[in-house]
């Protein structure tokens, strides 16, 4: 199947502990993201990459470290979890830095719960 | 700076009725604008990707326009169904074609 993978789609951890969040997408677009969406439901860019290369830095902590080995993959290193750090993380991709032809694919969400 | 806004936030309709959510945005100069599905504790399902040359796309029941010169977007959905409780987000991209911002979303509740 062509999507936008994510792995774990469920994380519990406690805080101060460090975690990651694996990204995967077979098709073949060049820009990838990272989206936090709160409890209140609202989505918020995070990171944009785009042929290995940090787009967007959206005034997020440098505790989350976005990591792009290859242009198929995005992932997402969080140190020292506090939290608020707690959401749904959904990573997504576009054919180019705009999406204009094909649009945005998101992946299905990694729901993080710091205790 | 290119910020979405939705509304209504919530809306709840018997099943069979016709409805529009309506999507506005502040930067006029997008090239398209992308609505969304979002059922609970699940992932973002696109539903319509219209281009800024186009003034609406149609997918079944589902029917979204573009007017730019207003800054709005509607998504109308026909003859409703339970099966189109969800929540429904429209997002437009960033002045610098970055990324997409996103509004807070209409939940859909259709009973029956």
């Known amino acids: ?115 | 700076k290119q910020e979405v806004t939705q509304i209504p936030a919530a809306l709840s309709v018997p099943e069979g009725e016709n409805l529009v959510l309506n999507c506005s945005f502040t930067d006029s100069a997008i090239y398209n604008l992308q609505w969304f599905r979002q059922d609970p504790g699940k992932g973002l399902t696109s539903l319509l990707l219209i281009q800024s040359s186009q003034r609406e796309q149609t997918s079944g029941r589902l029917n979204a326009s573009l007017d730019k010169s207003s800054g709005r977007s509607t998504l109308y959905i026909a003859a409703s169904q339970p099966g189109d409780s969800a929540t429904y987000l429209c997002a437009g991209p960033n002045q610098a074609g970055t990324a997409l911002i996103f509004g807070k979303g209409t939940t859909l509740s259709v009973s029956s």
């Open chain 1, 1 to 115: 199947d062509t999507a936008v993978s994510q792995t774990p789609k469920y994380l519990v951890t406690q805080m101060g502990n460090d975690k990651s969040i694996k990204c995967e997408q077979n098709l073949g677009h060049d820009t990838m993201y990272w989206y936090k969406q709160d409890s209140k439901k609202f989505l918020k860019i995070m990171f944009s990459y785009n042929n290995k290369e940090l787009i967007i830095n959206e005034t997020v902590p440098n505790r989350f470290s976005p990591k792009s080995p290859d242009k198929a993959h995005l992932n997402l290193h969080i140190n020292s979890l506090e939290l608020g750090d707690s959401a749904v993380y959904f990573c997504a991709s576009s054919p180019i830095g705009q999406g204009i032809l094909d649009g945005y694919t998101f992946g299905s969400g990694t729901r993080l719960t710091v205790v």
